[in-house]
């Protein structure tokens, strides 16, 4: 995979219309970016639906602005994080989903997903992986006293915040950053990583499928 300091979509070769589908768990802030993106004509994509699991998250009313269905899955009402996987998985095939987007989904997923979308699994973690993984990464980049921190798209494994990097975004921590204002630098970033990393997934993926077809 490519790093790259500035995604310029314009640069990037052309690839089927991609078929995603959106995990999100509260604001959808990336959601919307993503949204933004297809709606610009940059991403070449539709999202075919929004799973969250919060009832009231406001990924929903940004669903709905953007005219994509949503669907509550709410994991209280499941007996295990496999059951709560197999629904997902369920829901994303009926919409035909190819591509799965974790955009702030706050739950730790299993092999169920993870196997049913091979490769075709993306997250977003505020930090520059693999450092900080887990919860609070933004507190605990501040916490270690760092000057550089930032954003990861990256593939799902089973491990988290683990899988294969995709792209990155550097964001300078400033003398007397809070958490929320590092945090809202990181979101702007995010925004303009994620639907070039998207673009940036398929691509590879189409030419490594090409590979192992010759
Ligand atoms: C982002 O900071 C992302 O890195 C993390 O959850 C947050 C989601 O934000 N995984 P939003 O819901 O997209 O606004």
């Not at 550097?170 to 630098?185: F, H, K, N």
């Not at 998207?198 to 090409?210: E, G, K, L, Q, Y």
């Amino acid at each position: 995979m490519v790093a790259l300091i500035s995604p310029d979509f314009a640069e990037f070769p052309p690839h089927p219309r991609l078929k995603i589908g959106v995990m999100a768990s509260g604001s959808g802030s990336n959601f919307e970016a993503i949204a933004q993106s297809i709606q610009d004509g940059h991403l070449n994509a539709e999202i075919q639906v929004v799973i969250y699991n919060n009832p009231g998250a406001k990924v929903v009313d940004r669903a709905n602005r953007f005219g994509v269905p949503s669907v509550l899955l709410n994991h209280r009402e499941f007996a295990s994080r496999e059951d709560l996987d197999q629904a997902i998985v369920d829901t994303l095939k009926q919409h035909s989903v190819e591509w799965v987007i974790m955009a702030g989904w706050m739950r730790i997923v299993t092999p169920v997903l993870i196997e049913a979308f091979r490769d075709r699994i993306l997250n977003i973690h505020p930090s520059l992986l693999p450092s900080f993984k887990g919860n609070r990464a933004v507190d605990q980049a501040l916490q270690a006293g760092v000057q550089i921190t930032g954003c990861t798209v990256h593939l799902v494994v089973p491990e988290v915040d683990s899988g294969k990097i995709i792209i990155q975004a550097a964001v300078p921590v400033i003398e007397g950053d809070t958490v929320e204002a590092l945090q809202s630098r990181i979101h702007a970033q995010e925004h303009r990583i994620y639907p070039a990393a998207i673009a940036i997934a398929a691509i590879h993926s189409v030419t490594d499928d090409d590979r192992h077809q010759s």
